[in-house]
Structure formats: structure tokens, C-alpha cells
Nanobody, 125 residues
Framework: QRLLVQSGGGSVQPGGSLRLSCVASGFELTTHGVGWFRQAPGKELEQVSCITRIHDGTYDVDSVKGRFTISRDGTKNVAYLQMHFLEPDDTGVYYC??????????????????WGKGTPVTVSS
């Protein structure tokens, strides 16, 4: 069975840091593009970061540039989203997703093959 299992997240004060993990089971994450998406309260799903399946190219939405970093460890079959200088607007449910069709980021949300179940992130003082 092919799964993405997420961990990390939680509650943090503004300016804090969190790291999200996304472990793939049943397939190789290094052959897939991986995206991190978030669903903020009352807003549409947004792709915040992704890493391509070829050459590990990365993409970050403008609002997280310089603060979030996506990475992948092929030996552990895991992708990470390291988040620094968190802001209240970063609050939401974060999902990882993977697909092996697109060579570039951002990845097409409707074309993702596998999704994690989501993990909540709350940034509040």
C-alpha cells in the first residue's frame, strides 16, 4: 500500500520554528515531485513549497520565501518542510503530496497521486 505519513506540526508562538515530516511507504519519494500544501481557515488550498522529481529543483510561494525550506532524504524516504519565523498567517492544516508526472514546480494540485492526512499548525501568541 502506498502511503504518505505525516508528523510534526503543533502550536508555536510567532517567530518560532517547526519541522514537518512526510514519510513515504510503498514507493520511492526520490522519483516523485513532492509538494507541501496548506489549508488556512476560510481559504483555499495553497501550495507553499515543492521539490521536483528531477534535479531537486525547489519552489516556494512568495509569502514563505526565506522562511520555509523543503528538502528530501532519499535514505529515509522522507520529505521535510522546515519552517522558521512563523507568522499567524501561517496557521492552517499542512498536507504533503507526491506525484511523478510533472518535471517542474509548482506541482498541479489536481494531479497529485498521494496525499498525507494533514497536520495542523497554529501560530499564535
Amino acid at each position: 500500500q502506498r502511503l504518505l505519513v505525516q508528523s510534526g506540526g503543533g502550536s508555536v508562538q510567532p517567530g518560532g520554528s517547526l519541522r514537518l515530516s512526510c514519510v513515504a511507504s510503498g514507493f520511492e519519494l526520490t522519483t516523485h515531485g513532492v509538494g507541501w500544501f496548506r489549508q488556512a481557515p476560510g481559504k483555499e488550498l495553497e501550495q507553499v513549497s515543492c521539490i521536483t522529481r528531477i534535479h531537486d529543483g525547489t519552489y516556494d510561494v512568495d509569502s514563505v520565501k526565506g522562511r520555509f525550506t523543503i528538502s528530501r532524504d532519499g535514505t529515509k524516504n522522507v520529505a521535510y518542510l522546515q519552517m522558521h519565523f512563523l507568522e499567524p498567517d501561517d496557521t492552517g492544516v499542512y498536507y504533503c503530496a507526491a506525484e511523478n508526472h510533472s518535471p517542474l514546480c509548482p506541482l498541479p494540485v489536481d494531479g497529485m497521486d498521494y496525499w498525507g492526512k494533514g497536520t495542523p499548525v497554529t501560530v499564535s501568541s
